[in-house]
């Protein structure tokens, strides 16, 4: 070998090191979403979640790629969207929604996992304790036990002659039964009657509501699910025409024609899940992640519904909520 030929390969090797480190450096780290809603039913939730990557650090199209998969309020379809993610190996995957976050947790229990919008964590398996998750899974919680009982009391302030509520379940979601469980004290406090009405697809609306304003003294509840979100209009309309009192957890909800909607900012919840899903990018270990809770919490009351329904909204019910007039 010449002096020539010698140096050239002194230069190859010394370049394979710096090759390797620039190919890392500029290597595009992958985030899967799934959601139980379809990609229209809340368009505010991708840029609030690319708001948290960019705080972490990471842009979609340049450092981060997101793959996002959507179940169109259809809860079967959930577990075979989480199986296509974890097949595509991605970094970490986020899930909105108790039934997505225990399907990618079934597709494996490797892959970090960052849920929002899971009602009780601890209880459903997700993680051993909300300041220590102790596993691969981390995430904003939604105080659904909490917050279910507070819709209730709300609800009953609202309209104080309803001895009945039915609450509207999707009988595919299997964590609101559980949830109703956990009503029951609430309602037992407050002298209500919990009647459970369990619909599947968006052709059982019809049908359920004929149901509940069969009762001389109904008011309603909906559970949150991905079936609801997506069909809001949908029952708050069925809700005006059956002059049922009505609460739900989106503000959309309300200003659709319910009476009332409280809950969480969906929109923090969105952005915050991006910097969790970014914090773990950089390095961060899901069990180091302590779970999070909802600190700002959105309250509608729809007035026109009320007047429409014959109902006096108290002032400290209306006190400190968004009122539409």
């Avoid at 030929?5 to 290597?27: F, H, K, N, W, Y």
């Avoid at 904003?140 to 917050?147: C, D, H, N, Q, S």
């Amino acid at each position: 070998m010449n002096r020539r030929d010698t140096m050239c390969a002194l230069l190859a090797l010394g370049a394979a090191p710096l090759s390797a480190e620039a190919q890392q450096a500029g290597r595009v780290a992958r985030v899967g979403v799934i959601r139980t809603t379809g990609p229209t039913d809340f368009p505010q939730f991708a840029e609030a979640f690319r708001s948290g990557l960019r705080q972490a650090g990471y842009v979609e199209g340049q450092n981060v790629a997101v793959e996002y998969r959507w179940a169109e309020g259809q809860d079967a379809r959930i577990p075979a969207l989480a199986v296509d993610l974890v097949r595509l190996n991605m970094d970490v995957i986020v899930a909105s929604g108790t039934e997505a976050a225990l399907a990618v947790r079934r597709a494996s229990p490797t892959i970090p996992l960052v849920f929002l919008a899971v009602g009780d964590p601890v209880g459903s398996g997700l993680v051993a304790t909300l300041a220590r998750p102790g596993g691969n899974s981390t995430g904003i919680a939604f105080l659904t036990p909490e917050l279910n009982g507070k819709r209730l009391e709300q609800l009953k302030q609202a309209s104080p002659a309803s001895q009945h509520v039915a609450v509207l379940l999707n009988s595919g979601n299997e964590g609101h039964r559980q949830q109703l469980a956990r009503l029951e004290p609430a309602a037992s406090t407050l002298r209500v009657k919990l009647v459970p009405v369990e619909v599947q697809r968006p052709e059982d609306f019809d049908d359920a509501f004929f149901a509940i304003a069969k009762d001389r003294s109904p008011a309603l509840m909906i559970m949150v699910s991905g079936l609801h979100h997506r069909h809001i209009k949908r029952l708050a309309e069925l809700a005006i025409q059956r002059k049922v009192p009505s609460t739900m957890e989106f503000t959309e909800f309300a200003e659709a024609g319910g009476l009332m909607a409280y809950g969480p900012s969906w929109t923090d919840f969105s952005r915050r899940a991006g910097e969790y899903a970014g914090k773990i990018l950089k390095g961060a270990k899901p069990a180091d992640l302590p779970v999070e809770q909802p600190t700002s919490f959105e309250f509608v009351i729809n007035l026109k519904t009320a007047k429409a329904l014959g109902l006096t909204i108290p002032p400290t019910l209306s006190l400190g909520a968004k009122l539409i007039e």
